[in-house]
């Protein structure tokens, strides 16, 4: 099974500010099956980029990620107040598809 | 507009067998290339991957939870399940039915979640 570790757990940004977080693999994905997702308090996860860098419909451009081997980054390029949510990346590479641990995001 | 509903019956007692649906409208199940999963998140929020049932009906499942977990469907209602036995309070969790989108593996589409706790 391949371990996806988050970085930071926690973390608060003020509006503006560039944010970007860390995914880490325990074992090297091909960058075609690494994904990420938002999920807002009370609501199911949304895929936000697929294949590591591939912006799903809908998302603002100031997302954006990147990555190969087993060391990946999501970036918010300006920090809004909507972009609030727990972050998780997402490995389809092995069998047994595994999350990271989340890295919740507040709003300073 | 491809949308997922999840169903079941909320609380369960330990031991007990539950069994849970998704109902799917906007595709059909059948429609080439796309795989149908079952997720869970527990309280505290990780997720974790139960399995799937390919269009074509060849399921897959985590081997971790192989031995108490069933996906099947019904193709005429447009829907699929999850039944899993032997249930223990570590079984509570909110689960989700999701769309697997392609040969990427990722999740394009989500049910809103049922939460299932697992209680006497």
């Known amino acids: 099974e391949i371990v996806l570790t988050q970085s930071p757990t926690t973390m608060a940004a003020s509006p503006g500010e560039k944010i970007t977080i860390t995914c880490s693999a325990s074992s090297s994905i091909s960058s075609n099956y690494l994904h990420w997702y938002q999920q807002k308090p009370g609501f199911s996860p949304k895929l936000l980029i697929y294949?590591?860098?591939n912006l799903a419909s809908g998302v603002p451009a100031r997302f954006s990620g990147s990555g190969s081997g087993t060391s990946y980054s999501l970036t918010i390029g300006t920090m809004e107040a909507e972009d609030v949510a727990t972050y998780y990346c997402q490995q389809g590479s092995s069998i047994i598809f595994t999350f990271g641990s989340g890295t919740k995001l507040e709003i300073k | 507009d491809v949308q997922l509903q999840e169903s079941g019956p909320g609380l369960v007692k330990p031991s007990q067998t539950v069994s849970l649906t998704c109902t799917v409208t906007?595709?059909?199940?059948?429609?080439?290339?796309?795989?149908w999963s079952w997720i869970r998140q527990f309280p505290g929020n990780k997720l974790e991957w139960i399995g799937y049932i390919y269009y074509s009906g060849t399921i897959t499942y985590n081997p971790s939870l192989t031995s108490r977990t069933t996906i099947t469907r019904d193709t005429s209602k447009n829907q699929f399940f999850l039944e899993m036995n032997s249930l223990t309070a570590e079984d509570t969790a909110t689960y989700y039915c999701a769309r697997e989108g392609g040969w990427s593996y990722y999740f394009d589409y989500w049910g809103q979640g049922t939460t299932l706790t697992v209680s006497s």
């Open positions: 906007g595709i059909s199940i059948t429609t080439g290339n796309y795989r």
């Open positions: 294949r590591t860098s």
